[in-house]
């Protein structure tokens, strides 16, 4: 499974109201994308109107119960719902999610940063996130949140989503904490800069050096792919940063789909 990065309401990411970049570009070239879910199934927008009334209250009354767990019960929901609210999307993929992880990982402990990943590599089997995620408060990217909801809180939690799956939350000011902090240590990037790594050729990969000989035998044959760790982090990082600045505006959530 793939991975792309929403922001925008809940309602329209459970009724599928919305296209990942795939989608979009296929559709921009005249082509037709199918989305699949883990059965194998084709995943279409809903278009029931009481479904969608449906799916819309269930989100509702879930804020209002998680604003009770929170504390944080006030006259106004925590965001607004309303399903015509725009979004953001983008996919950085797997690989380029996890390498900005093995960055925090490697920022958090001051140890230098692999130059290279391969496809298929999983960055929590890796001895110094496993030692980051061992330390007090290590954020909510190396926490493995998935969701960050508009709360003026810098928390990580577990607990239930609107249907019914268990996930790691954090909140948008938590997020937009650790960019801040990323990158004044490591780039002191403006703004321009940020949102130029994200480019269409991020995903080059290294070319691998010709097969050798070794007792007369070639190999190497099929090594596996792999890429510039931090040219992957830093990609990942401006569609994050881009989602925050959406988020911020928008006052909605952002979610990690797969």
């Not at 109107?49 to 209250?57: A, F, L, S, T």
């Not at 790691?168 to 490591?186: D, G, H, I, P």
Request: aromatic content about 12%; hydrophobic content about 35%.
């Amino acid at each position: 499974m793939g991975l792309d990065i929403y922001t925008g309401t809940l309602t329209r990411y459970y009724c599928r109201d919305w296209k990942n970049i795939s989608q979009q570009l296929s559709e921009e070239h005249g082509q037709k994308c199918v989305m699949l879910d883990r059965c194998g199934n084709e995943v279409k927008p809903i278009d029931n109107k009481d479904e969608i009334e449906q799916i819309h209250d269930v989100i509702c009354q879930w804020i209002e119960n998680l604003a009770v767990c929170m504390d944080q019960s006030q006259d106004s929901p925590l965001w607004d719902e309303k399903r015509e609210l725009d979004y953001y999307t983008d996919k950085p993929d797997w690989e380029a999610y996890r390498a900005l992880v093995m960055l925090c990982a490697c920022n958090l402990l001051d140890y230098p940063l692999p130059e290279y990943i391969e496809i298929g590599w999983n960055v929590f089997d890796e001895p110094v996130v496993k030692k980051a995620l061992s330390q007090e408060f290590p954020g909510s990217l190396l926490s493995n949140a998935t969701i960050w909801l508009p709360i003026p809180k810098m928390i990580s939690f577990v607990t239930t989503l609107p249907n019914g799956d268990e996930a790691t939350f954090s909140t948008v000011e938590m997020l937009k904490y650790e960019l801040e902090e990323l990158n004044q240590k490591l780039w002191k990037a403006d703004e321009a800069t940020i949102l130029s790594w994200r480019n269409e050729l991020y995903y080059n990969p290294v070319k691998p050096k010709k097969a050798g000989l070794i007792l007369g035998y070639i190999c190497n044959v099929h090594p596996k792919e792999k890429y510039r760790t931090e040219e992957l982090a830093r990609c990942t990082y401006s569609m994050l940063y881009q989602a925050v600045r959406f988020a911020d505006k928008h006052q909605v959530p952002i979610i990690l789909d797969y």
